[in-house]
């Protein structure tokens, strides 16, 4: 992901989404509290921010012959610094320097854009905007499979994004998501794990609705701002858990794991116990955290941060 550091009078940031990776959690200004560094740097940041505003003009500055040497040397010095603290998947590029040679091969296993929708939005319309939509009749969701190895990593990524914000903004869309795969990770659940985030969504089983965003992958989400804030309802079948789980609940996965590695098959019991646990059990934060209020802090104790009001990306 790459964070270009570049001084703007009045902008109010000094970094900015760079590729295709970065503009899926920011549409371009990126604010420096929103990232990981520590509370010295962000203030150090802060203050470049001001001393850039002080300067009013830089075009000014440079009719007149006044040096902004010490400028681009801070920004060389807090760009450096920034680097450092993000670390990887992060790349910090100072402006006018040129950006590092980056594989072709991306980090992640590009999947698909998936939109969730109220039953009176018209899919039909939807479809016929955009090209290669399909749907299952009865479920509240439409898949837009990107995974095209024919096409290069940076157009895939270009077109979810595209998609994503597409959906977005599409009457009746409740939450639009990208994920790594196509189907997540489904060998050891069963069910279609798709249909089963319909159904809780249907339901308005968050707690299921989260736990299979997070098996499916899903790396940038958005959601509708009224499904964000609404209570966090639950039944009697919903139950808190710890989220290491009992040594039981390891050797029965360590048995599982073994099955499928070795290519034997693993046993239905299982699969269908885990296709319930992700339906009805809550464990991010267990019985000590208790039942999130909302989705939006639902989310945020499931391992995504929020990146906007309504838009949110999975932390690494």
């Known amino acids: 992901m790459q964070l270009l550091f570049r001084p703007e009078p009045h902008a109010g940031v000094c970094l900015w989404a760079h590729d295709e990776e970065a503009r899926l959690r920011w549409d371009y200004a990126v604010d420096h509290h929103l990232l990981p560094l520590s509370q010295g740097l962000q203030a150090r940041l802060d203050a470049f921010v001001q001393q850039v505003d002080a300067t009013l003009d830089l075009m000014t500055l440079q009719s007149t012959g006044e040096t902004l040497l010490p400028l681009e040397a801070a920004a060389r010095e807090l760009s450096q610094e920034v680097q450092a603290e993000l670390g990887s998947p992060y790349t910090v590029i100072l402006d006018g320097e040129e950006a590092p040679p980056t594989s072709p091969e991306s980090e992640y296993e590009l999947g698909a854009v998936f939109g969730l929708f109220r039953p009176e939005a018209n899919l039909p319309d939807l479809a016929e905007r955009l090209h290669g939509a399909v749907w299952t009749e009865g479920l509240l969701q439409v898949p837009f499979f990107v995974d095209d190895s024919t096409v290069p990593v ?113 046993s239905p019991r299982y699969l269908e116990q885990e296709r319930r646990r992700l339906i009805w059990d809550w464990t991010e934060g267990g019985s000590e955290g208790g039942w999130p209020t909302s989705l939006a802090e639902a989310l945020e104790r499931g391992g995504f941060q929020r990146d906007s009001w309504q838009r949110w990306s999975r932390r690494d």
């Open 154 to 266: 940076a157009a895939r990524l270009r077109r979810s994004t595209v998609l994503l914000d597409e959906l977005s903004q599409t009457p009746g869309c409740l939450a639009a998501w990208w994920q790594e795969k196509d189907d997540g990770h489904v060998e050891m659940v069963a069910g279609d794990l798709l249909e089963e985030l319909a159904t809780c969504a249907r339901q308005e089983n968050r707690t299921g609705l989260v736990n299979h965003w997070r098996q499916l992958q899903c790396r940038a989400l958005w959601v509708e701002e009224g499904f964000l804030q609404a209570p966090w309802p639950r039944t009697a079948r919903h139950r808190l858990r710890s989220r290491e789980g009992s040594w039981w609940d390891w050797w029965q996965f360590f048995r599982a794991a073994t099955a499928a590695l070795s290519a034997r098959p693993v």
